[in-house]
């Protein structure tokens, strides 16, 4: 189902220290328009598709952001590296040290944890595809929100990758949902 290749599919590479944008982003590994909903919202979704054409589709969306979760905990992983504990406190991270050092863990950016209710499974693919375009423009909003608080380039340019996948991946969610409310009709 899968081929791994070592490396991301965007390169991240943080030069400086910014525990405050790592505690932004983390929001889009485990919060509620991030890159682990819409995994498993698309790979539990993929049984009900009608045919093979929208199970592939939507199998290959969903491990397209399982890569985006690698390129977001590699951001969070870079922003809060050497960062001391002073630091993390003053940020308001201490908590997330105290359960989890600096190891990724999927939260929003408030500090709760993931949870499956932030995603929809309906079982009717028309309403699913339908879902999933929306949180593909909820997951652009989020990227563009977590854009407009830094100037940092090398913290935009992987947003910014990002960000443009998802306007790609609502296309692709658009299409599919057009040719089957076409034969549905």
């Keep these: 189902m899968w081929k791994y290749e070592k490396k991301l599919q965007f390169p991240v590479n943080i030069r400086n220290k910014n525990i405050k944008m790592a505690k932004y982003i983390i929001t889009q590994n485990g919060g509620p328009n991030g890159e682990l909903g819409a995994t498993l919202r698309y790979l539990n979704q993929r049984y009900t598709m009608p045919d093979e054409y929208g199970k592939c589709e ?22 809060l590296e050497g960062a001391t504990t002073e630091e993390l406190e003053k940020e308001g991270m201490g908590g997330q040290y105290v359960e989890h050092k600096l190891a990724i863990y999927p939260q929003n950016s408030l500090g709760d944890a993931f949870t ?42 992987p947003l910014s990758f990002l960000r443009q996948r998802e306007i790609v991946h609502y296309q692709r969610f658009k299409t599919l949902y057009e040719r089957y409310k076409k034969k549905k009709k």
Excluded: W
Aim: aromatic share 8%.
């Design 58 to 79: 939507l199998t290959d969306i969903a491990t397209e952001e399982m890569a985006h979760m690698e390129i977001i905990s590699a951001m969070v992983y870079q922003l």
């Design 116 to 157: 499956a209710n932030y995603f929809a499974v309906t079982g009717d693919y028309l309403a699913d595809i339908a879902e999933d375009m929306a949180a593909e423009e909820k997951a652009r909003a989020t990227y563009e929100n977590l854009m407009d608080l830094t100037d940092d380039p090398d913290i935009l340019a």
